[in-house]
């Protein structure tokens, strides 16, 4: 990893001799100390963002978390695997393509309202027969509930299909990239 051979430290480094390295290197080029020379200053920067990009890294594996690099932002740190398999940060997992993976408008979220209020009338007309023991009600209940799966499935159609062709050629290109690397 870059971080590790900017600090100078082996692969398997701990976070104390991230410290060390960091406390070292940071005082013998701080622009304080050199005058103001600009490659100093550089050198000062990039040290400074590798600990950080290090102790994130420790952190996070303490708390068993998995980290890795976005394949969106480029950001390291915690990581995700999305739903067309490729490493995002936690940010970066729901917005495929840069934008929203399920752009719901108002009336699909109604749609989705009116689908659960069919299941809760099927569940009434299936308890309602169970206490009657009436058909009629066990036949409402069960034509509800099918109705409801119907519904459901007609939402969910049409929202994966919502992604524009030439995201779902980008997500396959990705897709790609990624085998081809293994």
């Given at each position: 990893?870059?971080?590790?051979?900017?600090?100078?430290?082996?692969?398997?480094?701990?976070?104390?001799?991230?410290?060390?390295?960091?406390?070292?290197?940071?005082?013998?080029?701080?622009?304080?100390?050199?005058?103001?020379?600009?490659s100093?200053?550089?050198?000062?920067?990039?040290?400074?963002?590798?600990?950080?990009?290090?102790?994130?890294?420790?952190?996070?594996?303490?708390?068993?978390?998995?980290?890795?690099?976005?394949?969106?932002?480029?950001?390291?740190?915690?990581?995700?695997?999305?739903?067309?398999?490729?490493?995002?940060?936690?940010?970066c997992?729901?917005?495929?393509?840069?934008?929203?993976?399920?752009?719901?408008?108002?009336?699909?979220?109604?749609?989705?309202?009116a689908?659960?209020?069919?299941?809760?009338?099927?569940?009434?007309?299936?308890?309602?027969?169970?206490?009657?023991?009436?058909?009629?009600?066990?036949?409402?209940?069960?034509?509800?509930?099918?109705?409801?799966?119907?519904?459901?499935?007609?939402?969910?159609?049409?929202?994966?299909?919502?992604?524009?062709?030439?995201?779902?050629?980008?997500?396959?290109?990705?897709?790609?990239?990624?085998?081809?690397?293994?």
């Open positions: 990893m870059a971080c590790l051979r900017l600090l100078g430290l082996p692969e398997a480094a701990s976070a104390a001799e991230i410290k060390r390295a960091y406390r070292r290197l940071a005082q013998r080029f701080h622009p304080d100390k050199n005058g103001g020379d600009e100093a200053r550089k050198h000062f920067v990039a040290i400074c963002n590798a600990y950080r990009v290090l102790m994130r890294k420790v952190r996070l594996v303490s708390r068993n978390t998995p980290v890795g690099r976005c394949c969106v932002c480029g950001e390291f740190g915690e990581a995700v695997v999305g739903l067309d398999g490729l490493t995002r940060c936690p940010s997992v729901l917005r495929p393509g840069g934008r929203p993976l399920l752009p719901l408008p108002n009336y699909a979220i109604a749609k989705c309202g689908a659960f209020a069919m299941l809760g009338l099927s569940f009434y007309l299936i308890v309602r027969a169970a206490q009657t023991e009436s058909l009629s009600y066990a036949l409402g209940g069960i034509a509800a509930g099918l109705g409801v799966l119907v519904a459901l499935a007609v939402i969910c159609l049409r929202v994966v299909f919502c992604i524009r062709p030439h995201e779902q050629k980008a997500m396959q290109q990705a897709r790609h990239r990624r085998h081809s690397a293994c």
